[in-house]
């Protein structure tokens, strides 16, 4: 058992679900050893920053809606017959193998090797995470291909953010990116994206900078190793049908991912290793 820093203790729910639950100078969080997910994190005198549904539900066999899933080690549909969008690093537990404290954060290791209980999925994968919860966080994840043949890797920090109006909400850093929704390739609007209806699109942009204003705050989300960005709301009609969420929890909620996603497939050699990162900031 990995010791406990003071301020972070190690807590279960009745399903046997595992968590940590961190109280830092700098922070309030909470992590999941299930999918390696992130539900809460608050720098201190700020709102929450990550959305979360009253709706939630903790499953054993899936993904947490809302917070932080990992989809890994491919985002979206699955290229072989029979596996689950967005694989399956979201839908298992992960081991837990550091805990470390200072005065400015708490970092948090989680790892993830058994590509063998995902019947079907030939590749010897391996994924690391690395937390790091202070006044800002940090989150950067490893995949390191264990294997002897090439390892084609698309993931996503599918990041939900709190916001306070979608309605009002605009995404700033992509104005000159393409990006593909509903499968077609749409040239760069030269605009901040706002949102009046259903949005899920890809932006193919390497190592953008997205700031995401609600007319109350502004988040700043630093993505590094990646070529894309995904931006997501399911509006009323989708959201009404997602396990985990309400009908009207569109409204404040806004995905935007640090990803390789689609045309952004990384392509890993035996014994490589890829890392991207996410850096998030309340400005």
Same mark, same amino acid.
């Given at each position: ?102 005065? #400015? ?36 994840? #490893? ?70 204003? #609600? ?48 045309? #952004? ?19």
């Amino acid at each position: 058992m990995t010791s406990m820093p003071e301020g972070v203790t190690l807590e279960q729910l009745a399903s046997g679900q595992q968590f940590l639950q961190i109280s830092h100078p700098s922070c309030q969080a909470t992590m999941f050893l299930h999918g390696a997910h992130i539900t809460h994190w608050q720098p201190t005198g700020e709102k929450p920053v990550i959305f979360l549904s009253e709706k939630v539900e903790y499953p054993t066999n899936s993904a947490i809606r809302g917070g932080i899933p990992i989809c890994w080690p491919w985002f979206g549909a699955s290229k072989i017959e029979g596996l689950n969008s967005h694989g399956y690093a979201r839908n298992q537990a992960w081991q837990l193998a550091n805990v470390s404290s200072d005065i #400015d954060a708490v970092v948090v290791t989680m790892v993830l090797d058994n590509s063998a209980k995902t019947p079907g999925y030939p590749h010897d994968a391996l994924a690391k995470l690395t937390v790091v919860f202070g006044k800002t966080l940090e989150i950067k994840l #490893d995949t390191t291909n264990a294997g002897e043949q090439p390892l084609p890797v698309t993931q996503a920090l599918h990041t939900y953010f709190n916001v306070a109006d979608i309605h009002n909400t605009k995404v700033t850093g992509l104005e000159h990116a393409d990006y593909v929704e509903k499968g077609e390739r749409q040239a760069a609007s030269g605009e901040a994206i706002t949102f009046n209806g259903e949005t899920d699109r890809v932006y193919y942009a390497n190592n953008a900078n997205t700031e995401i204003d #609600d007319g109350e705050r502004k988040i700043l989300v630093r993505h590094r190793n990646t070529g894309a960005v995904v931006v997501w709301n399911p509006w009323r009609d989708i959201a009404s049908g997602l396990s985990g969420m309400q009908e009207s929890d569109y409204q404040q909620m806004l995905c935007v991912e640090t990803a390789n996603a689609l045309a #952004d497939e990384i392509m890993l050699a035996s014994g490589s290793t890829h890392s991207i990162a996410a850096h998030i900031e309340v400005l």
